[in-house]
């Protein structure tokens, strides 16, 4: 059964940085786009950024210039890196992964940034 594993997160000082991880466990599948949602308490969740398997990449405006999307195809992998936090980053971040066409979704991980 595919899994995502989310690692990192926490609590950060506004204008500190944050990693996190979000490995899928069945390597033997194919895996298309991966990326990461947040939600912020009493707000929809909203997407952060994606990457293609070929290394396309997407952001939503509000985090362009901040964090960087990256994957280790090799490890099945997808990160977050996190800079220049505000407070309003503050949410739960979910990782996603299309693996043959099948939408999966981490746990959840906190990342609370303080002023």
């Known amino acids: 059964q595919v899994q995502l594993v989310q690692s990192g997160g926490g609590l950060v000082q506004a204008g500190g940085s944050l990693r996190l991880s979000c490995r899928v466990s069945?390597?033997?599948?194919?895996?298309?786009?991966m990326g990461w949602y947040r939600q912020a308490p009493g707000k929809q969740r909203e997407l952060v950024a994606t990457?293609?398997?070929?290394?396309?990449?997407y952001y939503t405006n509000s985090v362009k210039g901040r964090f960087t999307i990256s994957r280790d195809n090799a490890k099945d992998t997808v990160y977050l890196q996190t800079e220049s936090v505000k407070p309003e980053d503050t949410a739960i971040y979910y990782c996603y992964a299309d693996v043959n066409g099948r939408d999966y979704w981490g746990q959840g991980t906190q990342v609370t940034v303080s002023s």
């Open positions: 990457i293609t398997r070929s290394f396309y990449t």
């Open positions: 069945e390597s033997r599948l194919s895996l298309n786009v």
